[in-house]
């Protein structure tokens, strides 16, 4: 297909371009952005970035790859938004592991509503790991959040009063492992030591003291700038994101999911914290499968809540410039 579109529309290596920026506010374990896009006349390239690792927290790259999915799920988002709707090749090339999709065979079919809202939503969204209020989330709310995921091809689980009880004693099991790894705790403080980089977390994104909720948070090693507050998570929903494999390509697809979920949970004013301490450590993993009755795997664990209407908003995550995520010199003579 030429990259010549309709006169009414923008060319389409400038819809790519721009997908590819959008996607920069994807959530990632611990803002490292581990995305690398590549813009080519009709169609997009992402891999993940050598130089954001997370050796000893994910050595297997499972919570890289969920963020690159999250990336991976903005950016036909915003396409959509535009208009376009690609063919996604996951894994599309066995000999580049770093090559995690191809984005191809563009059609021009209009531009979507509801992608377009969700583009508005990509721009507000946050992380805010305070306690909630104690109003509970609306039934149609959850219901709405579920469809979004399963869209993607991934399940979520809500998780009933017995499970959230055995979901905050893993998430202890797995913070007082990871306690213990020197390395990891290395690590942790690198990417809470990364103002003004625009990767890592910001005092402005960390609480002030250790939040009171039903599943530990986790400790950063160090407390933000946050307010608190008095109250207590009690309220909240939680779930599991799971699939029936363990591979790249299910991590993958569970990052779009993640990200359907968050959009849809923001556009309904619906707080998402993604867990990862969870899925972080083996034992605690598989406590997760244990969960799930052995059906399937894990990817992340999630909270859900109405957050508390008597505190501001936290600051967004810093972003690193598209220069440095985005590359288009394959493209530069078409753009506009």
Not at 155 to 169: H, V
Not at 216 to 233: E, I, M, Q, S, Y
């Amino acid at each position: 297909m030429s990259h010549e579109t309709p006169a009414t529309d923008r060319p389409l290596t400038t819809a790519l371009a721009e997908a590819a920026g959008m996607a920069g506010h994807a959530p990632s374990v611990h803002n490292t952005q581990p995305w690398r896009w590549t813009v080519l006349p009709e169609g997009l390239e992402l891999r993940m970035a050598p130089d954001r690792p997370l050796s000893a927290m994910d050595p297997e790259g499972r919570l890289l790859t969920i963020s690159c999915g999250a990336a991976l799920h903005h950016a036909r988002v915003a396409l959509a938004a535009e208009g376009w709707t690609p063919v996604v090749e996951r894994m599309p090339d066995p000999s580049q592991p770093d090559l995690l999709a191809r984005l191809t065979g563009m059609q021009h079919t209009g531009a979507n509503p509801e992608a377009m809202r969700l583009v508005q939503c990509m721009q507000v969204r946050h992380t805010d790991r305070r306690p909630v209020s104690d109003e509970a989330v609306p039934d149609a709310a959850l219901a709405e959040i579920d469809r979004a995921a399963t869209a993607e091809g991934v399940n979520l689980q809500m998780l009933d009063d017995t499970q959230k009880i055995q979901l905050a004693s893993a998430a202890q099991q797995a913070a007082a492992v990871e306690a213990d790894e020197p390395q990891l705790q290395e690590e942790l403080a690198y990417w809470t030591s990364r103002a003004g980089t625009g990767t890592g977390l910001t005092p402005e994104v960390l609480p002030q003291e250790t939040p009171r909720t039903t599943v530990p948070a986790r400790d950063f090693g160090r407390h933000g700038t946050l307010p608190v507050g008095p109250g207590h998570d009690r309220a909240a929903a939680y779930g599991i994101l799971w699939g029936t494999e363990d591979e790249p390509d299910n991590w993958l697809r569970a990052g779009e999911a993640l990200s359907a979920a968050w959009l849809t949970a923001t556009r309904l004013g619906v707080s998402l914290v993604p867990l990862s301490g969870v899925v972080e450590v083996e034992a605690t993993r598989n406590a997760l499968r244990h969960m799930l009755s052995d059906l399937g795997h894990p990817y992340i664990s999630m909270r859900l809540g109405i957050a508390d209407p008597t505190h501001a908003g936290p600051a967004h995550t810093p972003r690193l410039d598209t220069s440095k995520t985005v590359d288009t010199s394959a493209v530069r003579d078409y753009l506009t």
